[in-house]
T-cell receptor, first 110, second 113 residues
Framework: GAGVSQSPRYKVAKRGQDVALRCDPI?????LFWYQQALGQGPEFLTY????????KSGLPSDRFFAERPEGSVSTLKIQRTQQEDSAVYLC????????FGPGTRLTVL | DQQVKQNSPSLSVQEGRISILNCDYT??????FLWYKKYPAEGPTFLIS?????DKNEDGRFTVFLNKSAKHLSLHIVPSQPGDSAVYFC????????????FGGGTRLMVKP
C-alpha cells in the first residue's frame, strides 16, 4: 500500500503478557519512529530507526520495551510483562521532514 | 515539563468563518514546526509545516504563522468547513530530517454547519 500500515489495530492483553506490534513503513523511507499516545494527550516519542540502526531509544519508558527493524523496513515494538499503564495507542511513522503516521495499535492491558 | 503546549482543548466555529488554533513552545532549539489533523481511530495526518527561517506558510485554506520571539505559532483555516472537525496537534523538532517530533496536547475543532 501507499501509506504506513500497522497490525494489529487492536490488542487486548492480560497483565503480565508479552505483546508484539508491527509497523510497515512507506517503501523506501529510511527513518522510522514509534510514538505512544495516551488518552487525551499528544503522541510522545519512543524510539527512532535510520534503516536498521536504532539511533535513539531515549523515549522507551522501561526496559520492558524493545524495538527492532532488522532489515531496515518492517519494525516491531515488543512490550514484555505488560502493565496497565502500558495501555495506549502506539503509533508508527516514517519519513524525513514530514512524518507520515500509521493508524496505530490500541493496546488495552487488563 | 511540556515543551509544546496547546492551551485551548477545544474550539467551536461556524462554517465559513476563520478557525485559529494556537500553539506555544519553550525550547528555543526547535526550528521546524508542523500541524497534524487527527480523526477518531486514525493516525495523525500531516497538514502543513514551517521552518524557523520563515514567518508564514500558506497551502490552500491553511496558513501557519510563526512568531519566533514569542515562541508562538498559529494555524488559520479559512473558510472553515464541517469536514475540518477533528483534533489538531502542533509539533516541533530540532532540524527537519529524521528528527523526533514533540507534540502539543491537541485542540478539538468543531465546525458547525
Amino acid at each position: 500500500g501507499a501509506g504506513v500500515s500497522q497490525s494489529p489495530r487492536y490488542k487486548v492483553a492480560k497483565r503480565g503478557q508479552d505483546v508484539a506490534l508491527r509497523c510497515d513503513p512507506i517503501s523506501g523511507h529510511v527513518s522510522l519512529f514509534w510514538y505512544q499516545q495516551a488518552l487525551g494527550q499528544g503522541p510522545e516519542f519512543l524510539t527512532y530507526f535510520q534503516n536498521e540502526a536504532q539511533l535513539d531509544k531515549s523515549g522507551l519508558p522501561s526496559d520492558r520495551f524493545f524495538a527492532e527493524r532488522p532489515e531496515g523496513s518492517v519494525s516491531t515494538l515488543k512490550i514484555q510483562r505488560t502493565q496497565q499503564e502500558d495501555s495506549a495507542v502506539y503509533l508508527c511513522a516514517s519519513g524525513e521532514a514530514e512524518q507520515f503516521f500509521g493508524p496505530g495499535t490500541r493496546l488495552t492491558v487488563l | 515539563d511540556q515543551q509544546v503546549k496547546q492551551n485551548s482543548p477545544s474550539l467551536s466555529v461556524q462554517e465559513g468563518r476563520i478557525s485559529i488554533l494556537n500553539c506555544d513552545y519553550t525550547n528555543s532549539m526547535f526550528d521546524y514546526f508542523l500541524w497534524y489533523k487527527k480523526y477518531p481511530a486514525e493516525g495523525p495526518t500531516f497538514l502543513i509545516s514551517i521552518s524557523s527561517i520563515k514567518d508564514k506558510n500558506e497551502d490552500g485554506r491553511f496558513t501557519v504563522f510563526l512568531n519566533k520571539s514569542a515562541k508562538h505559532l498559529s494555524l488559520h483555516i479559512v473558510p472553515s468547513q464541517p469536514g475540518d472537525s477533528a483534533v489538531y496537534f502542533c509539533a516541533a523538532s530540532v532540524g527537519n530530517a529524521g528528527n523526533m517530533l514533540t507534540f502539543g496536547g491537541g485542540t478539538r475543532l468543531m465546525v458547525k454547519p
